[in-house]
């Protein structure tokens, strides 16, 4: 079945809607979650979380983008999840992606002129100007949370052309936010 009609499905309160996403992206969530966590039961549940989370935001929300859209919530909840979980510790992994994007993306409490939306729309339309394969590592290392070696795999790239290519994304990155007025 395809997004739109899911959406459809859960605009029309029918709870079929939720099987249909289950069914269509339901391992895309478990794995998002389960790199995030490590741990089974954690990421079903997260799984389940993002179908109760979509339940409720669909409507209003009519997303363009079905799976970005279920993967920023499966992702968000899983990161929830972990800080919970780990109260005082810190997550190796969460650690590595968020000092790579600091690099690039401002602190939205010390960037206070740009809101976190604005900013989000500044990096879609950046990655918009950025070569598919670019995109696609950007993306399944950031959003998906991949690991450099499973981005490498998945596309058939190096490890190490996997490593410049976000190294140079993450640089562009850094100029076009600058030359769109938020400090970084």
Known sequence: MDDARIIELYF????????????CYGGKLYAVAMRILEDREDAQECENDTYLK?????PPNRPVHFLA?????CRNAALGM?????AAKRSAQVVEL????QQCIPDALAEQAFEPEEIGHLLSAFLREQS???RKIFVRRYLSGESVA?????LGYSESKVKSSLLRTREKLRGYLQKEGVSV
């Open 98 to 101: 968020t000092d790579e994007m």
């Open 54 to 58: 979509t339940w409720n935001s669909i």
């Open 12 to 23: 029309a309160r029918d709870e079929e809607a939720i099987e249909q996403t289950r069914v």
């Open 150 to 154: 499973e981005v490498a795999e998945a």
């Open 82 to 86: 972990l800080e919970y979980r780990n």
């Open 132 to 134: 598919e394969d670019n």
């Open 69 to 73: 859209y279920i993967v920023k919530i």
